[in-house]
C-alpha cells in the first residue's frame, strides 16, 4: 500500500467509525420479514427506508421468488463451476433475453464490479489513452488501477464537462489509438445523467473516441424494456459498451455487459478474468433474473416506469415546494439533499431516524468533503404521504440543525453553486 493510499485508508476508517459511533451507518436489521418493502426494523423501531435501489420495486416480486426458490429445488443452493468449463442453461436463456433487452450481444457476469474488471483489461490496451469522468463509480475507477498498472495512460475530467472532454480528445489523438470515456449513466450520489446526446455526437466525430458506461442505477425503471438511460438517450453505437446491474431495480443480482458486435463479446467472455477464474451466479439468482426479464420484456415494465416517474415529479415538486436544496436535477430517483458540511448531514440523518426514517448519508470519499449530503431514493413501494412525511420533517428539522452548526442555508447553495468546482457539472449536466 503506498503512503497516500494508507492515509486515504486512515480518513475513510475514521469517517465511518464516527457514522458507526453516531448509529447512522452499518446499521443491523432486526429479524422481521420485509414483506412491504417501505419499511425496515431497527433496535424495535420501525423506520421508512429511503436508502434502497428497489426502484420499481420487483425485489420481492411473487413471480421472482418463486422463480429463485424453483431454480434451487432443481439445482441446489449452487453449481460452482466456472462458466469457461461449463454453465447452467439458465445462462443461455439470460443471455438471450439480454439481448432482445438491449439489441445486441450481451454476456451476464457475476457482479457488476466484476463486469469492469472482465471487460475493461481485455479491451483497453496500451496503446489506448483512458479518460474518466470525475464523479465515475468506484468500481470503474479501481478496476482503472489496473489499467495503468498495465501502462495505459489515464486521466480525469470534472464531471459531465463535453467541452473538456473534447479539447483532451483533440489532444490526445495524436498520441494514442483508442480514447476512451468511462462515465456513469446515472450517477450514484447526485442522481444526474451523463449527457448522451453530446457522448455520442463526440463517437461520430471522433474515429478514436470510445464510450464506455455504467448504466447500473439507469437500468428498468427507464428506457424499452427498461434497457436504462444510456440507450434512451441514444443509439447503440458501435463505438459503445454498457455495462449496468442486473441487481438494483432489476430486482435479481449479477451485472451485464452489451456489445455492439459479437467478436467483441467473444473477446471479454474468453478473456475477462472474473468468467475464467471466478464462479457463476448462484441458481436461485439466475432463476430471479430470467423472470424479471420476462417482466421487462412486456408491457408491465412501462405500466412499472410511469407510476416510478409520477413518484419522482411528486418528490421533486414537494421538495422544490419546501426550497429544499436537492441538487440533482435529471428527474431520476435518486434525490441528493445538499448540505455541504458534514457535521450538518450527520445531524439530519440521526434526527431523521429519531423521526422514523432511514436516508444514507453521501459523504466523502463518494463525494467532495465539503459537498456532503443527504440521498434519497424514491421506490414504487412509497406513497406520496411518505414524501410529504419526509420532506415536511427534513424542512423543520434543517433550520435548527444549521443554526446548531452555524451554517446557512445561503453557504449550502454556495457550496453547490455554479462556482463550485466539485459539483460544477452537475448544473453543466
Ligand atoms: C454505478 C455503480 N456501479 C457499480 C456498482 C457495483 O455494483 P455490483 O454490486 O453489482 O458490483 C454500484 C453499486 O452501488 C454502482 O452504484
Given amino acids: 500500500m503506498t503512503a497516500q493510499n494508507s492515509s486515504q485508508v486512515e480518513i475513510v ?17 432486526d429479524d422481521v420479514p420485509m414483506s412491504n418493502r417501505r419499511t425496515i426494523h431497527n433496535e424495535g423501531k420501525e ?15 411473487e413471480r421472482l421468488k418463486r422463480a429463485a426458490i424453483e431454480a434451487i429445488e432443481r439445482y441446489g443452493t449452487q453449481y460452482y463451476c466456472v462458466r469457461a468449463y461449463t454453465s447452467l442453461n439458465y445462462y443461455q436463456e439470460l443471455e438471450h433475453q439480454m439481448k432482445q433487452i438491449f439489441g445486441f ?16 483489461p481485455s479491451l483497453v490496451g496500451s496503446e489506448d ?13 479501481m478496476t482503472v488501477k489496473i489499467l495503468k498498472s498495465n501502462g495505459v495512460h489515464t486521466e480525469m475530467i470534472r464531471h459531465n464537462r463535453m467541452d473538456y472532454l473534447e479539447s483532451r480528445i483533440l489532444k490526445l489523438r495524436n498520441e494514442y489509438k483508442k480514447i476512451w470515456y468511462l462515465a456513469d449513466g446515472v450517477y450514484s450520489m447526485y442522481g444526474n445523467i451523463a449527457p448522451m446526446g453530446d457522448l455520442y455526437q463526440l463517437m461520430q466525430r471522433y474515429e478514436q473516441f470510445h464510450l464506455y458506461i455504467d448504466d447500473s442505477h439507469g437500468m428498468s425503471w427507464t428506457g424499452k424494456h427498461g434497457s436504462g438511460t444510456v440507450l434512451d438517450g441514444m443509439p447503440f453505437h458501435p463505438h459503445l459498451v454498457l455495462v449496468t446491474s442486473l441487481g438494483k431495480a432489476f430486482g435479481a443480482s449479477g451485472g451485464v455487459a452489451v456489445f455492439h458486435d ?55 415538486e414537494k421538495a422544490k415546494s419546501l426550497q429544499l436544496p436537492i441538487i440533482s436535477k435529471d428527474n431520476t430517483p435518486i434525490f441528493f439533499l445538499g448540505v455541504s458540511r458534514f457535521e450538518v448531514a450527520c445531524k439530519l440523518v440521526k434526527a431523521l431516524l429519531d423521526a422514523g426514517f432511514f436516508a444514507g448519508m453521501a459523504c466523502y470519499p463518494s463525494v467532495p468533503y465539503n459537498n456532503t449530503g443527504v440521498r434519497f431514493m424514491v421506490t414504487l413501494n412509497h406513497t406520496e404521504s411518505d414524501f410529504d412525511n419526509l420532506l415536511e420533517t427534513v424542512a423543520a428539522l434543517l433550520p435548527d440543525i444549521l443554526v446548531s452548526e452555524n451554517f446557512s442555508m445561503e453557504q449550502i447553495w454556495k457550496a453547490f453553486s455554479k462556482d463550485s468546482a466539485a459539483v460544477k457539472s452537475v448544473e453543466a449536466g
Avoid: W
Fill in 105 to 120: 450481444p450481451a454476456v451476464v457476469m457475476p457482479t457488476t464490479m466484476l463486469g469492469h474488471l472482465s471487460c475493461l
Fill in 47 to 61: 423506520l421508512l427506508n429511503f436508502s434502497s435501489c428497489n426502484y420499481v420495486g420487483l425485489e420481492a416480486d
Fill in 262 to 316: 459479437q467478436a467483441t463479446k467473444d473477446l471479454v467472455m474468453n478473456t475477462g478474468s472474473p468468467l475464467i477464474f471466478t464462479g457463476p451466479l448462484q441458481p436461485a439468482t439466475l432463476g430471479a433474473a430470467v423472470a424479471s426479464a420476462k417482466i421487462h420484456l412486456s408491457d408491465e415494465i412501462l405500466d412499472l416506469q410511469n407510476r416510478l416517474k409520477s413518484k419522482i415529479d411528486y418528490f421533486e
Fill in 13 to 29: 476508517n475514521r469517517i465511518v467509525f464516527k457514522l458507526r459511533e453516531q448509529g447512522i451507518a452499518h446499521l443491523k436489521l
Fill in 129 to 141: 489513452a483512458v479518460i474518466l469522468d470525475h464523479q465515475v463509480h468506484t468500481s470503474v475507477q
